[in-house]
């Protein structure tokens, strides 16, 4: 079992170009940022990558701006700079919910939000949010910069479309009409991993996005889309069952998790918060 003191290797790029040619001519190379996943994996021996890019200096990952309606997130951008953007908490209020919510106030000014996405877990705050959203997941490479709808990035359980010399190097969410909505579900408010977590938008057409209840945060179209009709809340949690498949582990049920996710989705039509 490898373990922390194992030999490691950590290249430190100047730039952003600088880390496309490493990821590109030494790859496969671990990007580091944050490190509150990572960490949690070398600690405990599990993970199987002994090297590692450096990325945390890069400022050109950072920032968010708005243009043309649309709202840009650099991938290093914090969860403390999410909750103290007004931009943010204008146009995206659900997003500074959830990432008030990730963690401690140590994990929030280190985590990032480019981590949360490329770690992948269907227990990850921020995700439903991004789905509900309509994000898109810029990606660049050496040789081009590619958008991919956050619908069609996960692949599988922790498994995504990216290819091993492209870095997540933004968020881009165009604007958001209706009500939006966020709820985690998990042992304490924060410092847990969630049990259950939904994001929403109520609108005409409502859009709702679950984490923790399938192997990558997922939309329930049909759910939505009965909703839409007019279907009754009953009707509409028996349609989301269908569209759920949580597990058992060491957190919570299965059983437990389709209770959740049914009251959730009653609280998120009723507008309570």
Not at 234 to 241: E, F, S, V
Request: glycine share 8%; hydrophobic share 45%; proline share 6%.
């Amino acid at each position: 079992m490898r373990t922390a003191i194992s030999p490691l290797h950590l290249l430190h790029p100047r730039s952003l170009g600088d880390a496309l040619r490493l990821l590109r001519a030494e790859g496969p190379l671990v990007p580091l940022a944050g490190c509150t996943d990572v960490y949690v994996g070398l600690n405990f021996g599990t993970l199987d990558d002994t090297r590692f890019l450096d990325i945390w200096h890069l400022e050109g990952l950072r920032g968010i701006e708005r243009r043309e309606g649309v709202l840009r997130i650099g991938a290093l951008t914090t969860y403390t700079d999410i909750i103290a953007s007004p931009l943010v908490r204008r146009h995206l209020p659900m997003l500074v919910s959830a990432a008030r919510e990730i963690g401690a106030i140590q994990i929030q000014n280190r985590g990032t939000i480019g981590g949360n996405i490329s770690n992948g877990s269907p227990a990850g705050d921020t995700l439903p949010v991004l789905a509900v959203s309509e994000a898109l997941v810029e990606l660049r490479s050496l040789d081009w910069t590619r958008k991919v709808p956050f619908a069609s990035f996960f692949t599988g359980y922790r498994k995504n479309v990216m290819r091993p010399d492209e870095l997540i190097t933004a968020i881009e969410i165009p604007t958001v009409e209706g009500v939006q909505f966020f709820r985690k579900v998990g042992t304490r408010a924060a410092q847990s991993i969630s049990k259950v977590v939904i994001a929403g938008v109520r609108a005409a057409h409502p859009r709702i996005s679950f984490g923790s209840v399938a192997p990558t945060v997922i939309r329930v179209p049909r759910t939505e889309a009965a909703l839409a009709a007019g279907a009754s809340m009953p009707d509409a949690q028996r349609i989301l069952q269908t569209e759920i498949a949580p597990i058992d582990d060491i957190r919570s049920t299965a059983a437990y998790r389709r209770r959740v996710a049914a009251n959730l989705l009653a609280d998120f039509w009723a507008g309570t918060d």
